[in-house]
């Protein structure tokens, strides 16, 4: 198959001084649906981790609001990857996010996790079921641009390669990946809601194996999922594949933009910055957003 001209765009950057510009190429038009299941997939093997899925279960957010936080978090990554963290929308939504963070008490072993996730996770959701693997160039970028986020969101020893971050990923899960009823419990409402999407409730048992299906052993065991059979792993792969290759076949010739082109269940109607986060706290009078708010659409 010949390159396409973004892939031809993306092979002649350099990784490091051109790393959001990849990025951006990379998911706008090459793989904006891979993209989003990856993170996806990231943000559920978070909840591996006792210590996380204990904060994320106490706020009752995914119990009570699920399709609110799941909307909140896919908008506030999708307006920092979209606008970049220098200024406008993408810079108030990356500090909006570190606002939020800053009411739990969270780890820097943790949030290095989390961010190490971002990189790696989409790196193997997209090489083992995209139409093709990422490029070295990609790869690269994806670490230099979660490192530029990682830097603004204040968490410290982010390592400066690829490789020891690599290291730091593998020996995280090794060592925090264990079972805990929180892990099970902020799992399965991500799981039902993500299953309610394509089917009805009444389906969702006959279904979740197939989201199991793309998940290593070990995440399935800090769960206490039972292992998908090979059959069964196999069905997922080859269908996510499939769709992948489909999709090639029409090369995207304008980006797709997710904050845009994407509805949004929470927000039918559209959402403003200021909204995305907790509502306790958005609405609290503490909140220092709605402000900056008024200034960037007065500045439109």
């Not at 936080?69 to 993408?90: C, P, Q």
């Not at 139409?131 to 968490?155: C, P, S």
């Not at 197939?210 to 059979?229: D, T």
């Amino acid at each position: 198959m010949p390159k396409s001209k973004i892939l031809q765009k993306i092979e002649s950057l350099d990784p490091k001084k051109d790393a959001w510009e990849i990025v951006q190429l990379t998911v706008f038009y090459e793989f904006p649906w891979d993209f989003n299941r990856a993170l996806e997939l990231a943000l559920y093997k978070t909840y591996a981790v006792p210590s996380i899925s204990k904060i994320l279960h106490q706020s009752k957010e995914f119990e009570k609001y699920t399709q609110k936080r799941y909307d909140d978090t896919d908008l506030i990554l999708s307006e920092i990857i979209e606008n970049g963290i220098k200024e406008g929308r993408g810079l108030q939504a990356l500090q909006q996010m570190n606002w939020i963070h800053s009411n739990y008490k969270i780890s820097n072993e943790d949030y290095l996790y989390v961010l190490s996730t971002f990189i790696f996770d989409t790196a193997k959701w997209i090489n083992k079921y995209g139409y093709r693997k990422l490029t070295h160039n990609e790869e690269l970028a994806g670490f230099y641009v979660w490192k530029d986020i990682g830097e603004q969101m204040n968490i410290k020893d982010i390592p400066d390669s690829i490789n020891e971050f690599k290291k730091y990923y593998d020996d995280y899960e090794k060592e925090h990946f264990q079972y805990a009823e929180t892990n099970a419990k902020v799992a399965r409402f991500t799981e039902d809601l993500m299953l309610g999407w394509y089917m009805p409730k009444f389906m969702f048992n006959v279904a979740r194996p197939f989201l199991h299906a793309v998940m290593e052993p070990h995440l399935l065991k800090a769960f206490n999922h039972k292992e998908p059979s090979a059959a069964m792993r196999a069905l997922a792969t080859n269908a996510l594949r499939a769709r992948s290759k489909a999709a090639s076949l029409i090369p995207r010739t304008t980006p797709y933009i997710r904050t845009r082109d994407h509805k949004h269940k929470a927000y039918p109607n559209g959402y403003q910055l200021e909204e995305l986060g907790p509502a306790k706290l958005m609405n609290s009078p503490k909140c220092p957003f709605h402000k900056m708010t008024d200034a960037l659409k007065k500045s439109a």
